[in-house]
């Protein structure tokens, strides 16, 4: 079980480096738009795994040092583009919190990357994804996050 989350985790990661532009993309709409249409001409196995990374690393970034001076969405929305950056820099921000800080501080978001496997869901199915993920990506769902 553990090699298949780590394969799901390389695979995640590898499809947001190949998506990503080449031009600045200040709140990931190209890249959310050429995720949904990757993960459309998938199996659906994949759009599921790709939602589930997807929660799994924005819950990792679900911590009081990231988000304690935002609120509800705009930490979740802040949490989005460390994602949409790159492993590295999410490696980097879970590393060193004050990396963060230029995320909160210029207001960076990514919220297209949210609705990406919703929207290629809704084109192999038809139908809308009522989905349940192992980790919520919820602001404040991170109890250890939050722990005082």
């Not at 190949?18 to 001409?41: F, G, H, Q, S, V």
């Not at 990396?99 to 978001?109: G, M, P, Q, R």
């Not at 990406?116 to 404040?140: F, L, M, Q, V």
Request: charge should be negative; hydrophobic fraction near 40%; proline fraction near 5%.
């Amino acid at each position: 079980m553990r090699h298949a989350r780590q394969h799901e985790r390389r695979h995640f990661w590898q499809l947001i480096e190949d998506c990503r532009p080449a031009e600045p993309d200040p709140d990931a709409e190209l890249l959310a738009a050429t995720l949904t249409e990757r993960l459309a001409r998938s199996l659906l196995s994949l759009v599921i795994g790709f939602a589930e990374q997807l929660s799994w690393a924005l819950y990792r970034l679900d911590r009081k040092e990231y988000g304690h001076d935002l609120g509800g969405n705009a930490s979740l929305y802040t949490r989005a583009p460390v994602v949409a950056a790159d492993r590295t820099e999410f490696d980097s921000v879970l590393r060193a919190p004050a990396a963060f800080a230029l995320y909160a501080t210029d207001l960076i978001w990514a919220e297209p990357l949210l609705y990406t496997p919703d929207r290629a869901y809704k084109r192999i199915t038809g139908e809308e994804w009522d989905r349940d993920t192992r980790y919520s990506y919820e602001s404040c769902s991170n109890a250890e996050g939050w722990a005082d």
